[in-house]
């Protein structure tokens, strides 16, 4: 058996806050549904949709391996520094 020979970067990365269909199930009861028509306005402006959201999971896939930081932690398309120097 012949071991191959794999060249990789491992990063961490943030998506962002997403919407998604997570709340089908949520809006069982009259006050969650109240919850969720008075958020909704909000969210348009916070959440980001899953397009937007999987960008920087393709920025780190597809960008050359030498603009890439080894070990980074990336949000919107970017490096990022973490908030805590444990991370």
Known sequence: MHKA???GI???LHPGVIKTD??????CNWWRKLIYF???PIS???LKTATQGAQTN??????DDNKI???GYYSDCR?????SPQV
């Open 5 to 7: 020979k794999l060249n």
């Open 10 to 12: 491992s990063v961490s």
């Open 22 to 27: 997570l709340t089908r199930n949520f809006l």
């Open 38 to 40: 008075i958020m909704y």
């Open 44 to 46: 348009l402006f916070i």
């Open 58 to 63: 393709l920025y780190c896939l597809l960008e």
């Open 69 to 71: 930081i080894k070990g």
């Open 79 to 83: 490096i990022t520094k973490t908030s």
